[in-house]
């Protein structure tokens, strides 16, 4: 007799209320930052409607039965729909600080890189859930890549090298996941350094090779490309134990930090909060992944447990990224923090991807175990 067990309501879910509670408690210490009684209203004005949308869109998506993405034909769809749309940023829209990376209608702005990733996440679990006994075969390395290959592609020509290295790093995590052998391993690195060998030499543009050599050397030029790293380490060493306090940043509020409520937020957040207020938002993330894990430790198919860890693996990604940018580790690139940069759209994505996990753990403990078997192991 197959085994099914109930759905449980939304408010019995222990496990569902922390996803939503450390988002708003992260997007929350993110707003303090960006000055919400001074100059940085306009933007903590705006984040905070963004934030009550992505509240908005995490409930309806986890009050719903998410199961129909696990379906390929829905996949597909949206696949093909990302495609297009990125491809369209290379002819309709503007180019902003060098790069046609978002769609502007009026006061919104929408970045097709972010729902985007939700979608490449749910092609690369589809596709490791069917096949995930075969992983041993190089063959399906090379699809997965192929697949991810191309909005990767199509992200770097607008250009956006920061969105194009995580997207990248998902979907390495993910195969690395799935249990590729150390041989296939191995041919990915190879393959990754040739790739950003040519990238080096015939894909960056000119300011992203100095940003890269910068990094190198950040005291070659302070004054040039090196300025914005360097401004974010003197911002987060500042602060100390304690911080300057909540709107006193002199980095940030007298903008020698560029974009501070963005790019540069978590070297803000240093300046003003100290080293006890680090430990605190980091504190949080760590709360954070050790739930998405968990939830996918016990999700009751392959495709949740692969998707759950695709959204893990994404916020991971950009937080490490950008705190690693932030702290002059890593070359800057212009990458966000999640919940916690200013943006409503990938704020709005991450509640979602959130809301989407939540509803793949509630719905799934209804599937009957065969069924689960045959349907995502098999087709």
Same mark, same amino acid.
């Given at each position: 007799?197959?085994?099914?067990?109930?759905?449980?309501?939304?408010?019995?879910?222990?496990?569902?209320?922390?996803?939503?509670?450390?988002?708003?408690?992260?997007?929350?210490?993110?707003?303090?930052?960006?000055?919400?009684?001074?100059?940085?209203?306009?933007?903590?004005?705006?984040?905070?409607?963004?934030?009550?949308?992505?509240?908005?869109?995490?409930?309806?998506?986890?009050?719903?039965?998410? +199961?129909?993405?696990?379906?390929?034909? !829905? =996949? &597909?769809? $949206?696949?093909?729909?990302?495609?297009?749309? #990125?491809?369209? %940023?290379?002819?309709?829209?503007?180019?902003?600080?060098?790069?046609?990376?978002?769609?502007?209608?009026?006061?919104?702005?929408?970045?097709?890189?972010?729902?985007?990733?939700?979608?490449?996440?749910?092609?690369?679990?589809?596709?490791?859930?069917?096949?995930?006994? +075969?992983?041993?075969?190089?063959?399906? !390395? =090379? &699809?997965? $890549?192929?697949?991810?290959?191309?909005?990767? #592609?199509?992200? %770097?020509?607008?250009?956006?090298?920061?969105?194009?290295?995580?997207?990248?790093?998902?979907?390495?995590?993910?195969?690395?996941?799935?249990?590729?052998?150390?041989?296939?391993?191995?041919?990915?690195?190879?393959?990754?350094?040739?790739?950003?060998?040519?990238?080096?030499?015939?894909?960056?543009?000119?300011?992203?090779?100095?940003?890269?050599?910068?990094?190198?050397?950040?005291?070659?030029?302070?004054?040039?490309?090196?300025?914005?790293?360097?401004?974010?380490?003197?911002?987060?060493?500042?602060?100390?134990?304690?911080?300057?306090?909540?709107?006193?940043?002199?980095?940030?509020?007298?903008?020698?930090?560029?974009?501070?409520?963005?790019?540069?937020?978590?070297?803000?957040?240093?300046?003003?909060?100290?080293?006890?207020?680090?430990?605190?938002?980091?504190?949080?993330?760590?709360?954070?992944?050790?739930?998405?894990?968990?939830?996918?430790?016990?999700?009751?198919?392959?495709?949740?447990?692969?998707?759950?860890?695709?959204?893990?693996?994404?916020?991971?990604?950009?937080?490490?990224?950008?705190?690693?940018?932030?702290?002059?580790?890593?070359?800057?690139?212009?990458?966000?923090?999640?919940?916690?940069?200013?943006?409503?759209?990938?704020?709005?994505?991450?509640?979602?991807?959130?809301?989407?996990?939540?509803?793949?753990?509630?719905?799934?403990?209804?599937?009957?175990?065969?069924?689960?078997?045959?349907?995502?192991?098999?087709?």
């Amino acid at each position: 007799m197959n085994e099914i067990v109930r759905s449980r309501p939304f408010f019995a879910v222990r496990e569902f209320w922390p996803l939503l509670a450390i988002g708003v408690a992260i997007s929350l210490l993110g707003i303090l930052t960006m000055d919400p009684f001074g100059e940085g209203s306009g933007f903590a004005e705006h984040q905070l409607m963004s934030l009550a949308v992505g509240i908005g869109a995490f409930f309806v998506l986890s009050t719903i039965d998410m +199961q129909f993405i696990r379906r390929a034909p !829905v =996949i &597909v769809v $949206g696949y093909i729909g990302a495609l297009l749309l #990125l491809a369209a %940023l290379l002819v309709f829209a503007p180019t902003v600080m060098g790069a046609k990376s978002w769609f502007s209608l009026g006061p919104i702005s929408l970045q097709p890189a972010d729902p985007a990733k939700i979608i490449f996440i749910a092609v690369i679990a589809k596709y490791f859930s069917r096949r995930h006994t +075969q992983i041993g075969q190089f063959w399906h !390395v =090379i &699809v997965s $890549g192929a697949y991810a290959g191309a909005m990767i #592609l199509l992200i %770097l020509v607008q250009p956006d090298l920061g969105t194009a290295a995580i997207f990248s790093f998902v979907w390495f995590g993910m195969i690395l996941v799935s249990g590729i052998p150390m041989r296939h391993l191995i041919a990915v690195g190879l393959a990754g350094l040739t790739v950003a060998s040519g990238l080096w030499f015939f894909g960056l543009r000119e300011y992203q090779r100095d940003r890269i050599l910068s990094f190198v050397n950040p005291a070659a030029d302070p004054t040039g490309a090196g300025y914005n790293a360097y401004q974010a380490v003197v911002a987060a060493g500042s602060g100390e134990v304690f911080g300057k306090g909540i709107g006193y940043g002199t980095q940030s509020k007298l903008r020698f930090l560029p974009e501070y409520q963005s790019d540069f937020i978590f070297a803000s957040f240093a300046e003003e909060w100290g080293f006890v207020g680090v430990v605190l938002v980091l504190a949080l993330y760590a709360l954070l992944f050790f739930l998405l894990i968990r939830i996918a430790q016990r999700s009751a198919t392959n495709f949740d447990a692969l998707f759950t860890i695709g959204v893990t693996l994404l916020l991971m990604s950009h937080m490490l990224v950008h705190v690693g940018i932030n702290l002059g580790l890593l070359p800057v690139t212009g990458t966000t923090t999640p919940f916690m940069s200013y943006g409503g759209s990938h704020l709005v994505v991450e509640f979602a991807a959130l809301g989407i996990v939540a509803s793949l753990a509630r719905y799934g403990r209804s599937v009957p175990r065969t069924q689960a078997g045959q349907e995502y192991l098999g087709g």
